[in-house]
């Protein structure tokens, strides 16, 4: 089989000494869809940026057409026929769509050098017609919704003459429907004659979408099968390098008395739009609840909000009886509020600070900790957090080493380790295995349930669906601000319901969602 | 992963020690090549300006310690950059850029001045008072660049340079109006009551007992640092002010208080200065003795505990330039040349990290070709990804 693009003993060192890529033979034919599938830190954003030319590879040759190419920047790449659609879009908001798809290569009104918007607008209504990518062309870019702007991005890949698409977890920010469309869309571009590396971790995305799977594990190529003589066990078990635990198991919720009551909480964000919308909820002990939705419906805002990052602008906040409105984190933490951040390498831990610091950043205050004159007994905190290193197995060689030194999951291990161990009643739990290994994302479910199971109320909120569903006890779903759903039994309902929900397409009515509140 | 565990703590232990020395032994080695380094461009310079390069190198290099008055010179001038080097150390453990020291230091003097002319009191307590009062007053004015930094999100670098200007006309001001001896035909103040003065540390030299307050000084702002809860917060919030904020450490207040500290230490110095060195306030000029702090500090890789080091360094190429300008035809400026490039090899990351990222690289190389020699197949049984690390770290000790 004659390969479009191919790689030959591709190896990546990056200069911190990560070997992120190791000998890896890749190869995709003209005219399929390639699903690439690895977990996270398995080396497929560095094979994708090896391709893209944003980074040059340490050893081996990248062939195309079988002839072997160089890229020094992704300039070269896109003016090669390859284009590429990030995770994170590369738009700018305060644009309209038409003027982001022309950018760096805008049509001029003739033969002068002003901008010519309308030209702009029928090139991107043109070519959204021709590959059934249907965009507003003249609305910003902030208006509209995650989906539209990936087709944009898709659309502006191949506005600059793509031919092989690189996709990077396109469907991380999608609903289910949305996810339908966009394999209906892609399935389109396959029949024009267009090659697409589809990278995800979703195993059943890649089998309702992609004609052949190529494996990565630990920076390595692992195997390549044809989609159609594959099972997923056999996949997974390649991922992993061993048998993995798919389900989450764990005993029906003895829900007790409510333990945090949130009432009407509202935050304008830097657009001045709503992100929070009056939003009411309550927190039982014994009881996960899970939040749904897209991110950026404002459950980040939420989550700040109840744990005294962000301020609500109406409302209240009251932790077992006592008002706590508005409160610094310091004031919520000690009224037994712990919070796990959906971002740990910016606030969750303190990179350069050392594991022990980063573990007793929370308590070092406690008369365990601090003796007399403001002295801190350091060998105690040097023991309780060894301590915690040992239960929560956080992979290191020492206490002493900074934690910018770890991998994601034992960073993530760390603030669990911190959060967990704070002797708290409420636990405020956000995306609490993003970019975290399988294994440990195993270890850290089972803790949020041993913890539930401790009698603490759980707050969770991630945007794996998968996850929220199977963990939580009951659910609300988060659209535009608002909640506009909640299920007491979180297993009474389906992903697709939850999709309608977290589009907006459904609503329940006011009494249905006020049960949350659980009066 | 599991297997290394049953080994036992042994062979762990060695590389828990292995590791942590090499990062701190690091940073040490690149310091001392960047002091030698701006050593040996010093000389390289003689040589080129200089009629009688051989004479004026030895001056140079050899000249704080020919004599013994040159050597006790050297020790007294320690004193007031130990002090602004410490306070700095504070401010930049907090990760802000304030130079604030610079007012907290020359007010220090200012408020020393007048307590030394104007009060009556027993020796002994004449110059602690002064420290006291001017180390009140020292911290005081640090405060001001963090708290608009706080309030208004003024750059705390810009705002503490404009207060130095600020706060030295209003010293001079000060003296000019309250304070000036008018018999005198420079600018000076009226001098020092006889009770103001510091004790000699050695007879007929200026070795005073400053000296003693500074070494004090090291060891209380380290404890401060390294062992109180204040130097926790502080150390946490200029690791990730966002973490700091997120774990419920009050990091605006905490911001504050840092500032305090180091402008009281700065206040003090001034007035340690003043009693220690002078009979009455003479300085035609503000000092500055604030940037040769930030040398100090950078020398000192921001830890209190090197800053005898970084400071008996730095006096020692101010006394040598100074003898041999006094002795030869180079020009005793030269000195700040040397300091810039000091300044630019410790402030370039690229140079600072240089070890670092050699020895990573190599490790990862030393990790690859592991898994080139290993028997084909690809797939492991062991199936730890973070196996490699540690195959990683051992390659590196090899």
């Known amino acids: 089989m004659d390969y479009l693009l191919r790689t030959e003993g591709l190896s990546k060192v990056y200069p911190n000494g990560t070997l992120a890529n190791k000998q890896v033979d890749f190869a995709v034919a003209k005219g399929e869809i390639l699903g690439l599938v690895g977990e996270n830190g398995a080396g497929k954003s560095t094979l994708m940026k090896l391709l893209y030319g944003e980074e040059s590879p340490s050893s081996g040759t990248i062939y195309l057409d079988g002839k072997p190419i160089g890229f020094s920047s992704s300039q070269d790449a896109i003016a090669a026929g390859i284009g590429m659609v990030h995770q994170h879009f590369m738009l700018v908001p305060s644009l309209s769509l038409a003027e982001n798809l022309v950018l760096g290569q805008e049509p001029k009104k003739g033969k002068s050098s002003f901008f010519d918007l309308e030209k702009a607008v029928a090139i991107t209504e043109e070519l959204g017609e021709k590959y059934n990518l249907k965009v507003f062309a003249r609305a910003r870019v902030v208006d509209v919704s995650v989906s539209m702007r990936q087709k944009l991005e898709i659309l502006k890949a191949l506005y600059r003459g793509a031919k092989i698409l690189i996709l990077d977890e396109p469907t991380a920010v999608l609903t289910p429907q949305e996810t339908d469309e966009l394999f209906v869309e892609l399935q389109a571009l396959r029949s024009h004659g267009h090659t697409i590396i589809f990278i995800s971790h979703k195993l059943n995305e890649i089998f309702k979408l992609c004609d052949r799977v190529s494996v990565m594990r630990d920076g390595r190529m692992i195997g390549t099968h044809q989609v159609a003589d594959v099972d997923r066990q056999t996949i997974s078990n390649e991922m992993v390098g061993r048998e993995v635990l798919l389900s989450v198991r764990k005993d029906k919720a003895k829900a007790g008395e409510k333990v945090l009551v949130a009432k009407d909480l509202s935050y304008i964000d830097d657009f001045g739009i709503a992100a929070l919308d009056h939003v009411s909820l309550a927190l039982r002990k014994g009881e996960i609840l899970g939040v749904v939705g897209v991110d950026g419906n404002g459950q980040s805002e939420l989550v700040r909000i109840l744990t005294g990052s962000a301020r609500s602008l109406s409302g209240s906040v009251v932790v077992k009886g006592r008002d706590l409105t508005n409160q610094k984190p310091g004031a919520l933490r000690r009224a037994g509020v712990a919070h796990i951040a959906e971002d740990r390498m910016t606030v969750g831990t303190a990179l350069p600070a050392s594991i022990e610091d980063n573990l007793m950043a929370d308590r070092y205050f406690h008369p365990e900790y601090k003796g007399r004159a403001g002295f801190l007994k350091q060998a105690a905190m040097a023991r309780a957090a060894t301590e915690i290193v040992t239960t929560f197995d956080i992979r290191c060689k020492s206490a002493k080493q900074p934690v910018s030194s770890l991998s994601g999951g034992n960073m993530q291990k760390v603030v669990i380790g911190r959060e967990f161990t704070a002797d708290a009643d409420i636990l405020v739990i956000a995306q609490p295995t993003r970019g975290v290994d399988v294994g440990a994302i195993e270890f850290i479910h089972k803790r949020i349930i041993e913890m539930r199971d401790q009698g603490k109320a759980v707050l969770l909120v991630s945007s794996d669906l998968q996850e929220v569903m199977s963990m939580s006890d009951s659910l609300v779903v988060m659209n535009s601000g608002k909640i506009v759903a909640y299920f007491e039994d979180a297993s009474a309902t389906t992903d697709k319901e939850l999709g309608l929900y977290m589009l907006g397409l459904k609503k329940q009515n006011p009494e249905e969602i006020g049960k949350v509140l659980h009066e | ?398």
């Open chain 2, 1 to 398: 992963m599991s297997d290394a565990k049953t080994r036992g703590p042994g062979p762990l232990a060695s590389v828990k020690l292995f590791f942590t020395d090499r990062d701190k032994l690091e940073p040490a080695v690149i310091t001392l090549l960047a002091a030698i380094f701006a050593i040996l461009m010093g000389v390289g310079l003689i040589f080129v300006v200089s009629k009688d390069p051989v004479t004026s190198t030895k001056n140079f290099l050899l000249g704080p310690f020919l004599r013994t008055y040159n050597f006790y010179y050297l020790l007294v001038a320690m004193v007031p950059i130990t002090f602004t080097g410490l306070a700095l150390c504070i401010i930049y453990q907090l990760k802000y850029m304030s130079l604030i020291v610079d007012s907290s230091f020359y007010t220090g003097a200012i408020v020393a001045t007048a307590i030394g002319v104007r009060l009556a009191l027993p020796a002994g307590w004449h110059p602690a008072v002064a420290m006291l009062a001017a180390g009140l007053a020292g911290g005081l004015i640090g405060t001001l660049p963090a708290i608009l930094k706080i309030k208004w999100r003024a750059n705390e670098l810009v705002s503490s340079l404009m207060f130095n200007y600020v706060f030295y006309f209003f010293g001079s001001f000060v003296i000019l109006y309250f304070l000036r001896d008018r018999n005198q035909t420079i600018l000076a103040s009226m001098p020092f009551q006889k009770t103001f003065a510091l004790p000699k540390l050695v007879e007929n030299t200026q070795l005073h007992a400053g000296f003693i307050i500074a070494a004090v000084f090291v060891a209380l702002v380290s404890i401060f640092l390294f062992r109180t809860k204040w130097g926790y917060q502080i150390r946490i919030t200029g690791a990730n002010p966002k973490f700091a904020a997120y774990a419920g450490i009050p990091v605006a207040s905490v911001a504050i208080f840092a500032h305090f500290v180091s402008g009281f230490i700065g206040g003090i110095g001034g007035a340690v200065e003043m009693s220690g060195l002078y009979r009455a306030f003479i300085w035609q000029m503000n000092p500055s003795y604030a940037w040769d702090g930030v040398i100090v500090a950078m020398l000192a890789r921001k830890n209190p505990k090197f800053v005898p080091v970084s400071a008996f360094f730095l006096a020692y190429m101010r006394v040598g330039a100074d003898f041999m300008s006094r002795r030869g035809d180079v020009a005793f400026e030269f000195i700040t040349l040397l300091q810039g490039i000091i300044i630019l090899i410790l402030a370039s990351d690229k140079i600072a990290n240089y070890f670092k990222a050699r020895r990573l690289r190599r490790n990862a190389f030393a990790a690859e070709a592991a898994l080139a020699a290993a028997p084909a197949g690809g797939v492991r049984s062991d199936g730890g990804g973070k196996g490699t690390a540690g195959a990683a770290g051992t390659g590196g000790k090899a």
